[in-house]
Structures are given as C-alpha cells and as structure tokens.
C-alpha cells in the first residue's frame, strides 16, 4: 500500500512538472506570435529558440485549448459526483471549537464530522481517502476562539490553510433558527488573479450543485486578500423584493495557499 502512495505521488509530481514545462513554452510561443502579428522585435529571452518555437506554432491547432492543466484530474468529477466532506479539529478541542466544528460540518451538505483523539494526520488523511473522502477540513483555534481553517483535497492536493478573523457563531446570535439543508447557491466577488481562482475552486468544489430552487447562498467576497464569508437564505417579498436572513456563522478568512497535502510519504 505504502509503495503504491509512493508511486502514485510521484506520478502526480511527474505530471506537474510537465505541465510547467509545457506553459513555459506555450508562454514562448505567445511572445514570439505576438511580436510578430505586431510586427516587432523579438524579445531577447526567445531569439535563440526563435526558429525551433516557430517550428511548433505551425503546427499548434487553432482550436486547441493551450496547455492541460493537472487541476483536470484534481476535480475531475467535480460537478458529476457530490464532494465527500470530512470536518475535524485540532486535537484537544475546547468547547467552542466543537461548537465551531458542527457549524462548519453544516455548512457543507453531506459532510461528516469526526472526533480528532489522539490522531495523527497522516492516520487522519489515509482514513479519509480508504472511505473515498474528497475534502479533509480541519479548524483550530487559539485559547477558545477558532483562527484556522485548513482544507486538503485528496489524495493529492492542493492544500489552503486559512486564518480566520473576527468569528461569530451562531450560538452567539440569539433566536437564529435553524440552518437549511439545502445545496447552497455559491457567489465568488473577486477572484480575478490566477490564485484567486485556484483559491476559488478549492473552496467551490467543497460543496455539491445546487437546484435552482434553492433559497440558501452563500458569498465569498475578496477585499484586499481578506475573505469574507457570508451564510444567508432568502426569500421573496413581492415580485421585485426579496428579503435576505442570515444564518451564520460569519467570520473574515485569509489564505495561505500551498500545493501539496497535509502529510508526506
């Protein structure tokens, strides 16, 4: 078993650094294109290769779609199949981080939430992938008060670990109600930069798609590399209105990104 996590790793990595091989030339080949569509000089980073990358964009298809991206096999199935979702905690949790935990574990439909122990992380993801969990999502906190979120899509990655700022529970909101269940309809407000969108697939691809019907939202919106997450269910008032109730939690996230997984072979 151990040998074949070994082997399917480094496959993984293989298919990576191809991929970044292959952008750069892509790259090579959009500057000396465009200098030449342009009608310029070509920049002095490509003039030795100029001859060879004229070679290769001959024989570029016009209907290509640039180079493969090993984030096709990373959420491959997203959309298709329903994101397993695994929350846990860091260990010797307080009170109010199982309390943020169960908050947590709602908000993902269909997620489970399993009791940390004694655990180590590794145990903890090679459980998760035996049970074909996507997403292992782990909070932490600091004397009582939740700062971290860490999500790990398996098995491979990538990993964003998140601090999280300014948290209010629901338990804090008095006669909140009761938290829906339904699939929850998704806004993203700015994610514009490449790492804004792998950010936003990582955290998209955490939750299942939803029916049009459905009156749950929830908003991720990017002001300055703070994330403010919003948890609302709404409904109409009258055929222009409609009236926004929050369910909570609430809180302000900022991302650490990292590729690989939370464990090493």
């Known amino acids: 078993m151990l040998r074949r996590e070994v082997r399917l790793r480094r496959e993984y990595l293989y298919r990576k650094a191809q991929e970044d091989r292959l952008r750069t030339i892509e790259e090579k080949k959009q500057k000396l294109?465009?200098?030449?569509?342009?009608?310029?000089?070509?920049?002095?980073?490509?003039?030795?290769?100029?001859?060879?990358?004229?070679?290769?964009?001959?024989?570029?298809?016009?209907g290509a779609e640039g180079v493969s991206s090993h984030v096709d096999d990373e959420y491959k199935w997203a959309g298709v199949e329903d994101p397993k979702v695994m929350v846990t905690t860091s260990r010797d949790p307080s009170s109010r981080l199982k309390m943020f935990a169960k908050e947590v574990k709602l908000m993902f439909p269909g997620a489970q939430r399993m009791n940390?122990?004694?655990?180590?992380?590794?145990?903890?993801?090679q459980a998760c992938k035996a049970n074909s969990v996507t997403d292992l999502v782990i909070v932490h906190e600091t004397r009582g008060q939740p700062d971290g979120l860490v999500v790990c899509?398996?098995?491979?990655?990538?990993?964003?670990?998140?601090?999280?700022?300014?948290?209010?529970?629901r338990h804090d909101?008095?006669?909140?109600?009761?938290?829906?269940?339904?699939?929850?309809?998704?806004?993203?407000?700015?994610?514009?930069?490449?790492?804004?969108?792998?950010?936003?697939?990582?955290?998209?691809?955490l939750f299942p798609v939803p029916?049009?019907?459905?009156?749950?939202?929830?908003?991720?919106?990017n002001q300055e590399d703070f994330i403010s997450f919003r948890h609302h269910t709404y409904k109409k008032t009258d055929h222009k209105n409609i009236q926004l109730t929050e369910v909570g939690p609430r809180f302000e996230m900022k991302c650490k990104y990292g590729k690989l997984p939370l464990f090493r072979d």
């Open 173 to 205: 909101v008095p006669d909140i109600g009761t938290m829906s269940e339904a699939y929850p309809h998704l806004i993203f407000h700015n994610f514009t930069s490449r790492l804004g969108k792998r950010v936003s697939n990582i955290l998209k691809y």
């Open 33 to 62: 294109k465009g200098a030449l569509d342009e009608n310029h000089l070509l920049p002095t980073e490509i003039r030795k290769e100029a001859l060879e990358l004229q070679k290769l964009v001959e024989y570029d298809d016009e």
């Open 116 to 125: 940390r122990g004694n655990h180590e992380i590794p145990a903890l993801v």
């Open 211 to 221: 029916k049009e019907d459905s009156r749950r939202v929830i908003t991720f919106a």
């Open 153 to 169: 899509h398996l098995p491979f990655g990538p990993t964003a670990y998140f601090t999280l700022y300014n948290v209010v529970m």
